[in-house]
Every structure is written in structure tokens, then in C-alpha cells.
């Protein structure tokens, strides 16, 4: 397995989780970044991006100002923080590389399995 994610669980609504993904093989530090989730019954959508070095980061509107994506490189791991859950938050989360930032989500683009986050009270 390439890419491992972890960290998902049931929390309540205004509750906090940070989902870790594992990479292995090449080195994450020549990858692109980036979580996606899928709901019950709905596309898969992009959530935030981290880029090579860490120094650019992408969100989407839903979740900006309360999730933050960060990577350390060393350990070869990318982390999404989700602060003040809502329960439309719920998904199945995956992480996603890419060797381009832009690019991330599209056919170049590696998956690993999924990890459920549950927003419910």
C-alpha cells in the first residue's frame, strides 16, 4: 500500500479530528498532496492541497478557515487538521499524490484507501 490513511472516526458536531495518510515508495517530497472525500450517494470532491514543499496550500470553500492541510516530508506523512466539525462533513476521506500541484485529483494522481469521518451527535 502506497498511501495509508488514518485518524477517521465519530466525533460531534463542533469536535475535532486530524487524518493522517502514510506514503511509501518514492518520496513524498517529489509529490503534490492532497485530501478528498466522498459522501453516501455523492461525487467524490476535492477538500485541500498541499504542494511540494509545503508552501502553497488550496481549499475548498466548504471547508476553509476550519480545515488546515500540512505535510512533513521527513516522515513522509500529510495530515488534514478538520476543526468544527459539521455533520455535512461526514465522508469517507482519501488522500491523493500527484507529481503536479495542479494536477492533483486527475489521471496522474495516486489513491489510497479510504478513512470514515462521522460528524452525528
Known amino acids: 500500500v502506497q498511501l495509508q490513511a488514518s485518524g477517521g472516526g465519530l466525533v460531534q458536531p463542533g469536535g475535532s479530528l486530524r487524518l493522517s495518510c502514510a506514503t511509501s515508495?518514492?518520496?513524498?517530497?517529489?509529490?503534490?498532496m492532497g485530501w478528498f472525500r466522498q459522501a453516501p450517494g455523492k461525487e467524490r470532491e476535492f477538500v485541500a492541497r498541499i504542494n511540494r514543499s509545503g508552501g502553497n496550500t488550496d481549499y475548498a470553500d466548504s471547508v476553509k478557515g476550519r480545515f488546515t492541510i500540512s505535510r512533513d516530508n521527513a516522515k513522509n506523512t500529510v495530515y488534514l487538521q478538520m476543526n468544527s466539525l459539521k455533520p455535512e462533513d461526514t465522508a469517507v476521506y482519501f488522500c491523493a499524490r500527484d507529481p503536479y500541484f495542479t494536477s492533483l485529483g486527475g489521471p496522474l494522481s495516486s489513491w489510497g484507501q479510504g478513512t470514515q469521518v462521522t460528524v452525528s451527535s
Open positions: 515508495g518514492r518520496a513524498m517530497s517529489t509529490y503534490a
